[in-house]
């Protein structure tokens, strides 16, 4: 799609729309020097434990669909080490977790039912956005980033295209000339961030020309490399480490620094972040994970990591 088809087409409303509508059958800032990636933007608190952000959701980026791409993902610890590893589901293929998840389940035990729940997965979403404030650095002003996030907030992208109530308009948060900022309101609740105060403010276009603002769909980044089936491990692969992680052998001593993490892309085919999506350990010596959304969860296992 060329950037006149884009300004015709309302950056895809109807396609993305639908999209929401569509199931899928079967992802802090802690050890950030490791795993800096350049190219994803993260919000930062201040020493209240609050944050505040506005972002602009991009719209899909040329030659792609979709304004977003969503990975499933499982983590946790084993006797054999950490296990964390995007899931195949993601590609509408049998993963080894959700098959051993399944067993588990249908054994009708509660303890097996227990450690299938804490193995289960995990939904990240990937999007370019445009970073309009951010206070905390405001270097990262107007510049295009790729953004990961979790079920809160795209919730809120879902509720700002199919308002519940009457009076409101549905709004398409990706669109250049018709979307609308994104007010990332951060507070921290029992330890773990929250976005339930974040809000769209209300239809704008991004920038005033449209020199501008091909100017930033020229800078964003591809996504379709989040789910191209090159960047996953196989089948294979990933039941012999999950074998390993379950039957106490590590390979060596793990840490999350070391651990088989999603392999990088290169050039300007955009890099997945290497985070992934919590769940908890399902061991003898399980640690008690509390409900995270998906955007803070690498912190909390590196942090379990270090302890070990």
Do not use: C
Request: glycine share 4%; hydrophobic share 30%; net charge negative.
């Amino acid at each position: 799609m060329d950037f006149e088809s884009l300004k015709n087409s309302q950056s895809n409303f109807d396609a993305i729309t639908k999209a929401l509508e569509t199931k899928l059958s079967p992802e802090d800032q802690s050890n950030k020097n490791k795993y800096q990636d350049d190219r994803f933007w993260k919000p930062e608190l201040d020493k209240t434990g609050n944050g505040y952000a506005v972002i602009r959701f991009l719209p899909a980026s040329n030659d792609e669909d979709m304004p977003w791409q969503r990975v499933w993902s499982h983590a946790f610890q084993g006797p054999g080490g950490w296990y964390i590893e995007n899931s195949l589901t993601t590609l509408n293929q049998k993963d080894p977790v959700s098959e051993e998840n399944t067993r588990l389940w249908n054994t009708g035990v509660d303890a097996d039912k227990e450690i299938a729940r804490k193995r289960k997965r995990k939904l990240s979403y990937y999007s370019n956005i445009l970073v309009v404030s951010d206070p905390k650095h405001p270097e990262n002003e107007g510049k295009v980033f790729l953004f990961k996030f979790g079920k809160k907030i795209f919730d809120k992208i879902t509720e700002a295209m199919q308002p519940a109530f009457e009076d409101e308009q549905p709004i398409n948060p990706f669109d250049f000339w018709k979307g609308a900022n994104f007010k990332l309101k951060i507070r921290k609740v029992d330890g773990y961030w929250n976005y339930d105060k974040s809000e769209f403010e209300g239809v704008s276009a991004i920038k005033e020309s449209d020199d501008e603002i091909k100017a930033i769909w020229n800078n964003q980044y591809a996504l379709k490399p989040f789910v191209d089936a090159t960047n996953f491990k196989t089948y294979d692969e990933l039941k012999e480490k999950l074998n390993r992680v379950i039957s106490g052998t590590p390979r060596n001593t793990e840490t999350v620094s070391d651990v088989d993490l999603p392999p990088a892309y290169t050039t300007s085919v955009k890099s997945e972040d290497v985070s992934a999506s919590v769940a908890s350990t399902a061991t003898s010596t399980d640690v008690k994970v509390p409900e995270l959304d998906d955007d803070d969860t690498m912190s909390y296992f590196s942090k379990l990591a270090d302890e070990d």
